[in-house]
C-alpha cells in the first residue's frame, strides 16, 4: 500500500510561482500530477518515471511546470512557473504500479492540495 501526502499549495498572483511536493510511503514507479478545477474533470498533468528520465506533459503547462523526483526521498515535485489563473485547481499527486507513464489508471492519490491564482 502506498499512501501519498501532498503539501505547497497556496494563493498567487498570476505570473507567480509555486513548487508542490509528493512525499510517498511505500514503493512507487512511475508518478504523476493532476489537477480538478471546479466544475470540471480531473485531468493529467505531467508524469514522470521511476528514473526520472522520462516526463509528459499536457499542452496547456508545457514549457511553465517540470515535473522532478527525489527517489532517495521518496518525493516528487512539480515547479509551477508563469501561474495563470486557468491554473487554479486542486492538485493531486498519483502513483502507479508500473514504471511507465501513462494519463489515467492510477493506483493510489493523495488528498489533494488547492492552488489558487489571482489575475
Known amino acids: 500500500q502506498v499512501q501519498l501526502v501532498e503539501s505547497g499549495g497556496g494563493l498567487v498572483q498570476a505570473g507567480g510561482s509555486l513548487r508542490l511536493s509528493c512525499a510517498a510511503s511505500g514503493r512507487t514507479f512511475a508518478m504523476a500530477w493532476f489537477r480538478q478545477a471546479p466544475g470540471k474533470e480531473r485531468e493529467f498533468v505531467a508524469g514522470?518515471?521511476?528514473?526520472?528520465?522520462?516526463?509528459d506533459y499536457v499542452d496547456s503547462v508545457k514549457g511553465r511546470f517540470t515535473i522532478s523526483r527525489d527517489n532517495a526521498k521518496n518525493t516528487v515535485y512539480l515547479q509551477m512557473n508563469s501561474l495563470k489563473a486557468e491554473d487554479t485547481a486542486v492538485y493531486y499527486c498519483?502513483?502507479?504500479?508500473?514504471?511507465?507513464?501513462?494519463?489515467?489508471?492510477?493506483?493510489?492519490w493523495g488528498q489533494g492540495t488547492q492552488v489558487s491564482v489571482s489575475s
Open positions: 514522470i518515471d521511476w528514473s526520472g528520465s522520462t516526463t
Open positions: 498519483a502513483a502507479s504500479r508500473v514504471n511507465f507513464i501513462v494519463r489515467s489508471s492510477y493506483s493510489y
